[in-house]
């Protein structure tokens, strides 16, 4: 699938310099954007098959701009804006760049996009979350049905929030996944909330009989689970049981298998999955 509508985006953005513009390219073809003095871009980390290694999504990370491509992560800087207002601006920034940078490169493959929701952001919107990033998808006649925002784990008392923020995502043609600290978590929610996808820490996963009930209920309503920071071979032994167990395919993401690079890979996982 070609955008041409976005390539042609990007022969603007060619023209632009990083004084005059808030969204230029680099010498490299990648867009760069800058929040307050920092000057920040796009890398991304597979989401990948346990069983085959196959990449299915990436998710994309804001990062400083580095002459290594290891630069540091900016999500922090959502943490310290002074307003919600700015919040707003960082975070609509970071999806366009991440877009922008992702299907540059996406001519040739499925795969889908996964784009963090701070916190912060679900309160800061007053209405119609997901509306403006949808206007930019549009207006590049980029594909909704690729992106996945991801929302972030919630407290009891935003159990409200998350119903609203999410009814509107899906209102506005977007798919959503749902960070939950524990498989009894995911359990609260699978049904309020009817996310696509969940994404659990691998590091909590010791409740077994939580977790076999999770995957068979979000097996039974074709809700995806992704395991996230598998960083060391026993988590991976770990989920490779877990999955012969309960009969169900996982998806794994980390630092033992990929780290985050501004190219969408072609290679092999460091370890196969």
């Given at each position: 699938?070609?955008?041409?509508?976005?390539q042609?985006?990007?022969?603007?953005?060619s023209?632009?310099?990083?004084?005059?513009?808030?969204?230029?390219?680099?010498?490299?073809?990648?867009?760069?954007?800058?929040?307050?003095?920092?000057?920040?871009?796009?890398?991304f980390?597979?989401?990948?098959?346990?069983?085959?290694?196959?990449?299915?999504?990436?998710?994309?990370?804001?990062?400083?701009?580095?002459a290594?491509?290891?630069?540091?992560?900016?999500?922090?800087?959502?943490?310290h804006?002074?307003?919600?207002?700015?919040?707003?601006?960082?975070?609509?920034l970071?999806?366009?760049?991440?877009?922008?940078?992702?299907?540059?490169?996406?001519?040739?493959?499925?795969?889908?996009?996964?784009?963090?929701?701070?916190?912060?952001?679900?309160?800061?919107?007053?209405?119609?979350?997901g509306?403006?990033?949808?206007?930019?998808?549009?207006?590049?006649?980029?594909?909704?049905?690729?992106?996945?925002?991801?929302?972030?784990?919630?407290?009891?008392?935003?159990?409200?929030?998350?119903?609203?923020?999410?009814?509107?995502?899906?209102?506005?043609?977007f798919?959503?996944?749902?960070?939950?600290?524990?498989?009894?978590?995911?359990?609260?929610?699978?049904?309020?909330?009817?996310?696509?996808?969940?994404?659990?820490?691998?590091?909590?996963?010791?409740?077994?009989?939580?977790?076999?009930?999770?995957?068979?209920?979000?097996?039974?309503?074709?809700?995806?689970?992704?395991?996230?920071?598998?960083?060391?071979?026993?988590?991976?032994?770990?989920?490779?049981?877990?999955?012969?167990?309960?009969?169900?395919?996982?998806?794994?993401?980390?630092?033992?298998?990929?780290?985050?690079?501004?190219?969408?890979?072609?290679?092999?996982?460091?370890?196969?999955?």
């Open positions: 699938m070609s955008f041409p509508i976005l042609k985006y990007l022969a603007r953005l023209d632009a310099t990083g004084a005059a513009s808030s969204i230029w390219l680099d010498h490299e073809g990648k867009a760069q954007g800058r929040f307050f003095n920092c000057t920040m871009s796009s890398a980390q597979p989401i990948r098959h346990l069983d085959s290694g196959e990449v299915q999504a990436y998710e994309g990370l804001a990062r400083s701009v580095s290594q491509d290891q630069g540091l992560s900016l999500w922090k800087l959502l943490d804006a002074a307003s919600d207002d700015e919040s707003i601006e960082l975070d609509r970071c999806r366009m760049l991440h877009s922008i940078n992702f299907f540059r490169q996406a001519e040739h493959n499925q795969t889908d996009l996964y784009l963090n929701v701070h916190d912060r952001l679900l309160s800061a919107v007053s209405s119609n979350h509306h403006a990033f949808r206007r930019i998808l549009d207006a590049l006649e980029l594909p909704l049905d690729r992106v996945v925002l991801q929302l972030p784990a919630a407290t009891p008392q935003q159990g409200w929030l998350l119903n609203y923020v999410s009814d509107n995502y899906r209102r506005n043609g798919r959503f996944a749902v960070n939950v600290n524990s498989p009894r978590d995911a359990l609260g929610v699978l049904d309020r909330l009817r996310p696509d996808v969940f994404k659990l820490d691998v590091r909590e996963i010791q409740d077994k009989a939580g977790l076999a009930d999770l995957l068979q209920r979000c097996a039974a309503s074709r809700v995806e689970v992704v395991f996230k920071r598998l960083e060391t071979p026993q988590h991976l032994a770990a989920l490779r049981e877990l999955s012969a167990a309960a009969g169900v395919s996982l998806l794994v993401q980390g630092y033992l298998l990929d780290e985050p690079r501004a190219a969408l890979l072609q290679e092999p996982a460091r370890q196969a999955a």
